[in-house]
């Protein structure tokens, strides 16, 4: 019988999706667990969390800027450090951004518009705990909801990032004014994950679309993996 | 001490509510070259002098005030 790992679901002030990234994950075998962003301990057992969606903090700042001291931070940077795998969705992303976990910031859309509705990606490599069930090259149909989605890093960070591989997901459409349309980075050790997309969103063909369960699938393997292996 | 922190969009980055603000001066009939909008923070700092109260800001705006990617920041000291 396959175990379902422990996946945790982070919950901030002012998040609004993560119940579907919890139902969605369950759906896909994981035993997923909202946790309170002034947690300062994960539930025992994590192998992985979720940052999901929504206005943490009302957005105060710039997007993200104020989640980073949720006390619940803190434990997520340990399971990190550790390689644990980190998957921050839309306002997930941005708080990892703020919180120096991934490279770059996400700024305004270029044309002001809130952009909602689904998106043509391409994934740009299937070695990562998040695309090994894509093809390099792979198009997922996934929906995006955002304002402040668009992805910003200066020349010199940008082709570091290329070179380095971490550039792994891209819009194959005009969405929000991304540099290099880039619609999702990972940190240098390819554990830590945000995207701008709604992969929670996108599990049933009912709803439109199944490809976002590509991706959160790959994470409940890559969770599971790791509590096969720490048991 | 009273302190002012004037957060700006980097020259150079696109500032999409800026152009905004621009294109409806110019439909009011105000003809501005260019707008760009950024953030005003006042703080009330405890600091036995200025240097020392600017130094604390700095900081602040580093950590959290400004983005350092896309943002510049200017301090100023009431008084100075």
């Keep these: 019988m396959s175990i379902r ?27 997923a667990q909202l946790v309170w962003h002034a947690e300062e301990t994960l539930p025992r057992d994590t192998a992985a969390v979720v940052l999901p969606g929504g206005f943490s903090y009302g957005d105060y700042l710039r997007c993200g800027a104020i989640a980073r001291f949720a006390p619940v931070l803190d434990a997520v940077r340990e399971l990190a450090a550790a390689g644990g795998p980190v998957l921050g969705i839309c306002n997930g992303f941005q708080i990892l ?15 002001l518009e809130f952009v909602c509705r689904d998106v043509r990606l391409r994934v740009e490599r299937s070695d990562t705990a998040f695309t090994a069930r894509c093809e390099p090259g792979q198009e997922l149909i996934i929906p995006v909801k955002h304002g402040e989605g668009s992805w910003y890093a200066d020349e010199e960070l940008y082709a570091e990032l290329e070179a380095s591989g971490q550039l792994m997901l891209r819009y194959a459409e005009d969405c929000n004014g991304s540099v290099g349309d880039v619609a999702g980075v990972c940190n240098e050790a390819r554990n830590v994950f945000g995207l701008m997309p709604h992969p929670e969103h996108a599990v049933d063909p009912l709803l439109g679309s199944g490809d976002g369960a590509l991706l959160l699938a ?11 292996a720490a048991a | 001490m ?28 105000f003809a501005v070259g260019g707008a760009r909008v950024g953030r005003l923070v006042d703080l009330e700092v405890d600091a036995p002098t200025s240097q ?17 990617l896309i943002e510049s920041f200017e301090i100023e000291v009431e008084g100075t």
């Design chain 1, 218 to 228: 790959a994470l409940v393997d890559a969770a599971r993996e790791r509590t096969l």
């Design chain 1, 5 to 31: 790992p422990k996946i945790a679901v982070l919950r901030f002030p002012g998040s609004n999706d993560e119940r579907d990234a919890a139902w969605a994950l369950s759906a896909l075998g994981a035993d």
């Design chain 1, 97 to 111: 951004c703020e919180a120096g976990l991934l490279p770059g910031v996400l700024r305004r859309n270029r044309d």
């Design chain 2, 52 to 68: 020392e109260a600017t130094a604390q800001v700095e900081r602040m705006c580093q950590e959290l005030l400004a983005n350092p």
């Design chain 2, 2 to 29: 009273r302190v002012t922190v004037l957060v700006r969009p980097k020259q150079g980055i696109l500032d999409p509510q800026g152009d905004a603000v621009r294109g409806s001066l110019h439909k009011l009939g």
